[in-house]
């Protein structure tokens, strides 16, 4: 059932709304029954334990969209324009994505943790550097790509 339901273009939610169940509980179920596919796996691009309160911040959210472009998952077009300025905003102030759990808020993140750090010679091309615990606590570091504040 739930298979026919998917092939008609319900998502999880619509399906969990007519059970009375979260669209946890129906992916849950499509992919122990096989029928979804996986999920895909950020971790190169998002290697840190990202607090629930820090989830939806910019820099979270274009991540995982850089990751899946690199993944060849499609993106929709606005996405895709969005991801692009966000890409240029980062190569035109010369910056880094870096986050800190304890990081307070900040241009990056209204609810801290995500910052923007200037690129270091060691940085490469990556867009992110990640940094052990006992060196990441310097907020001196954080930047704003955009150049407003």
């Known amino acids: 059932m739930l298979r026919s339901l998917r092939a008609q273009g319900m998502t999880y939610e619509q399906i969990g709304e007519m059970y009375g169940v979260t669209k946890g509980a129906v992916y849950l179920q499509l992919r122990d029954a096989k029928i979804s596919k996986a999920r895909p796996d950020h971790s190169r691009y998002i290697p840190w334990t990202v607090k629930t ?37 980062l190569k035109a102030a010369d910056v880094v994505v870096c986050y800190n759990r304890e990081q307070a808020p900040n241009p990056a993140s209204p609810t801290g943790g995500w910052y923007y750090s200037k690129r270091r010679p060691s940085d490469g091309d990556s867009l992110i550097r990640f940094e052990e615990e006992k060196k ?13 504040a």
Do not use: C, F
């Open 136 to 148: 990441r606590n310097d907020s001196s570091k954080v930047v704003d790509p955009s150049g407003t």
């Open 53 to 89: 309160e820090h989830a939806q911040a910019r820099p979270n959210a274009m991540l995982r969209l850089y990751s899946r472009r690199e993944q060849n998952d499609p993106i929709p077009a606005v996405k895709e324009r969005m991801l692009d300025k966000w890409l240029e905003e």
